[in-house]
């Protein structure tokens, strides 16, 4: 999943009335922070993303291996690792539990729609349990077409819930998230098969 993990920086912000626990822009680094982790590590080796560039890459054709930053094991260590960091430095339980959650979201989120995950590294054992539908290569555009839909239901959330605490959010500030997180997933949609230098006749 992509666009869709930085949805759930909504949820904070929404009961974060005052403005006063954390910005929204921690609230989305906190979504990404699994992402960040396997980009270095695939910058230095560690991990690997095949094909490496963006404009080569088709969803069903892709390969990962994300065993640092993305498998079950490692993504309890991060969580614990990240939150316990945001408690400290903000000295905040309440943001320690957040940064948790979130990590915890963009794993479940990943296992609904991304590629498949491990315990721990891809098992030689083929009984070995594999978590995760798979959809980026089994069925790429119906893993699109679940995120739009997460996508829009936690922008109406969203919407909602402020309007039940006394706040309208303003039809730009809509705007803006329906065309950010809803816009680039359907600009994906054409990646599905093909990559988008083959899509532009490169």
């Known amino acids: 999943m992509l666009m869709g993990h930085y949805t759930t920086a909504l949820v904070p912000w929404a009961y974060n009335s005052n ?3 954390a ?21 230095v080796g560690v991990e690997t993303i095949e094909p490496s560039g963006f404009f080569d890459a088709s969803f069903r054709h892709m390969t ?6 993305h498998d079950i094991a490692p ?13 400290l430095i903000f000295k905040s339980l309440q943001l320690a539990l957040i940064v ?29 349990p594999v978590f995760g539908w798979g959809l980026y290569n089994s069925a790429p555009a119906v893993g699109l077409l679940i995120e739009i839909a997460i996508c829009v239901g936690f922008i109406v959330w969203y919407v909602r819930t402020r309007r039940r ?3 309208d959010v303003s039809r730009k500030t809509q705007v803006g998230l329906y065309a ?23």
Request: avoid cysteine; charged fraction near 10%.
């Open 19 to 21: 403005r006063s626990l």
């Open 23 to 43: 910005p929204f822009w921690f609230f989305l680094m906190a979504t990404q922070t699994l992402v960040f982790l396997m980009v270095s590590f695939a910058l």
């Open 64 to 69: 990962v291996d994300m065993t640092y930053s």
């Open 75 to 87: 993504v309890i260590v991060w969580a614990l690792v990240f939150s316990l960091a945001a408690g």
């Open 100 to 128: 948790a959650a979130l990590n915890v979201a963009h794993e479940l989120m990943d296992l609904l729609v991304s590629f498949k995950h491990y315990w721990f590294g891809a098992p030689e054992n083929k009984d070995f």
């Open 165 to 167: 605490q006394g706040y």
């Open 180 to 202: 950010v997180l809803v816009g680039f997933t359907v600009f994906l949609l054409p990646m599905v098969t093909q990559s988008l230098l083959s899509l532009v006749g490169g």
